[in-house]
């Protein structure tokens, strides 16, 4: 087991820049997903750690060796990957030993550690199956066995869930993070799952364009996003954006008017609010009004959208609110939750810190 | 008519195709079978029973016509391009599908384009080469000039093969502790082995019938079956039965290769397409 460090890494493909000046610290044992949109450059940080693209400037560090430039098969990791990576000829028995078979290990010594890695993901009697036998959970299972089945210094996993359906993805998760915890090992999961990365997560790093936008906890990431990229990207539905100025610590916009006392300088802005933090309210005791565009329940509560001037703001109300399409609401935000973002930089505006922003 | 009639007729029609593609592919071989066992005098009469005689066998094994000498050429030569060959070429398709090169797939396009060079053309200067490095009518000219024409048609139906399979597995192996080398071997090779050995097949059957530049680049020593055929046209004429005998030994491989491995070929050409 070993930190990972990387410090100033760039990467570019020909002209293509798809890394620039990354620098990323990962404790022992932590478990840290790297999370992003399609092309941000997480999953080149990931393929960077394990040996299969090499920085083309700075330094990538394990434990305390350098590995900017050695094989993926000096560096003692394992990797997990989202097509599984199972050898197709190989019995699901003969893909888990073949880390340990091609390290020299003895035959004997080699069932034992392939039987006892099988029995903790569950996949005693299947040993002798081909991997096209098996079902997407089961593969993936074999992925994580043969990731396992002996001690690396650092857990690799690209997107490990991506391919199961939604109701597997949730089981696996929690084996994962069962898993993770059991054995202590440093992990790096890529993902562009976001419900993922919050559950499994020590720490995220949410990526966007070849830069990390903002390290924290999950919590942290959630709660003081430090951006409007992370404010969008996290959560589900989405944190509402409503675009507008700051005059005399009063939020306004069409139909909006927040006020609230760590609003200080004047200028164009970008409110933030979760849904989950918005009450709907009687119109006439409201700082937001509007009519009600669409109400969606979702079981556990009632999604309302509502029309404020040309925004459309999604609240959270409770499961028993009752209203119609048309009806004139008032919103009313949390003020202990409300977020204010720079309209030209995109960067938040709040005297409250900001825990891991300031890559820019 | 009714619909009974009607479908015995389709039936019998169906039949009657069978039996013209039958009489078409199988005819002549069974033209040669009996030949080969007819004795000389038989040879120009249509007779379907006749005494099969074993002397035209023995005639083709002795001098002049040593069908045991140039068969064990053959197979010498078949052999060795096939074991200098598929290594090669599987390497070659691996580099081709998985490095990006400077000029793109001017490499592999250039490979192939070398076969549309006409053997005519190349015959004369390959036949001063090989006199000046003094390997005229030996077997090893035989499997360079074979090598030629066989690697880049291999690397071609090798690469379609490797550019099938997904680098992840390769990348697995890679981490889980495997050299590059050892990775190609453990993983990348089993996995594109049904290509592999359609590229095998298909270079045995062109070196087997290899004809042009073994009848060139031999006289004597290195001549292969394929030549040694022509020397059943004699002063005397040609003697049929002989080259019928001779035609069973050349045609004898390739009867057994397609009863055992034509569907594993077939096979192997689709799932290198459709895949």
Known sequence: ?360 | MNVRSKHRLAKAARYVALAVVVLIFFGPIAWILATAFKSAPDVYSLKIFFTPTLQNIRDSFATPFLVGERTWNSIVVTFCTLVFSLPIATAAAYAFSRFRFPGGSIWPIGVLATQFIPPVVVIIPLFIVFRQVNLLDTRTALVIANMSFVVPYAIWMIKGFIDSIPMDMEEAAQIDGASRLRAIWDVVVPVALPGIATAAIFCFVVSWNEFFYALVLTQQDATTMQVGLMSARTERGDVWEIMAAMGLVIILPMLVLSRFVQKYFTKGLMSGSVR
Not at chain 1, 96 to 106: S, T
């Open chain 1, 1 to 360: 087991m070993a930190s990972v460090t990387l410090k100033n890494v760039a990467k570019r493909f020909g002209h293509f820049t798809a890394l620039e000046q990354l620098d990323l610290s990962i404790g022992d044992g932590e478990f840290l997903v790297l999370l992003g949109p399609s092309g941000c450059g997480k999953t080149t940080t990931m393929r960077m750690v394990a040996g299969l693209e090499y920085p083309s400037s700075g330094e990538i560090r394990i434990g305390d060796r350098l590995v900017n430039e050695v094989q993926p098969k000096e560096r003692d990791v394992a990797m997990v990957f989202q097509n599984y990576g199972l050898y197709p000829h190989m019995s699901v028995e003969q893909n888990i030993a073949y880390p340990l078979k091609v390290r020299g290990i003895g035959k004997t010594d080699r069932a034992a550690r392939v039987r006892a890695a099988a029995d903790k993901v569950e996949l005693g009697p299947l040993l002798a199956r081909k991997p096209r036998e098996l079902s997407g959970g089961q593969r993936q299972r074999v992925a994580l066995a043969r990731a396992i089945v002996r001690t690396p210094q650092v857990f690799l996993m690209d997107e490990p869930l991506s391919n199961l359906d939604a109701k597997l993805r949730v089981t696996m998760r929690a084996e994962i993070k069962h898993l993770q915890h059991e054995l202590g090992v440093t992990t790096i999961y890529v993902t562009h799952d976001q419900i993922e990365a919050m559950t499994l997560a020590d720490r995220v790093a949410v990526m966007n364009e070849g830069r990390i936008q903002q390290l924290g906890t999950p919590a942290e990431i959630y709660d003081t996003p430090a951006n409007l990229f992370v404010a969008g990207f996290i959560g589900s539905p989405p944190m509402n954006l409503i675009p507008g100025a700051v005059s005399g610590g009063t939020f306004k916009a069409t139909d909006v008017s927040v006020t609230h006392p760590d609003f200080g300088a004047d200028g164009a802005g970008i409110l933030g609010i979760r849904p989950e933090d918005i009450e709907v309210v009687d119109p006439q005791v409201a700082g937001i009004v509007g009519s009600v565009y669409a109400v969606e329940l979702t079981g556990e509560a009632n999604l309302v959208t509502v029309l404020t001037g040309t925004s459309r703001v999604i609240a959270r109300a409770s499961r028993a609110w009752d209203g119609k399409i048309g009806d004139k609401v008032g919103l009313r935000p949390d003020p202990a939750r409300i977020h204010l973002f720079d309209q030209q930089t995109g960067l938040r505006i709040e005297p409250r810190r900001v825990p891991g922003a300031g890559n820019h």
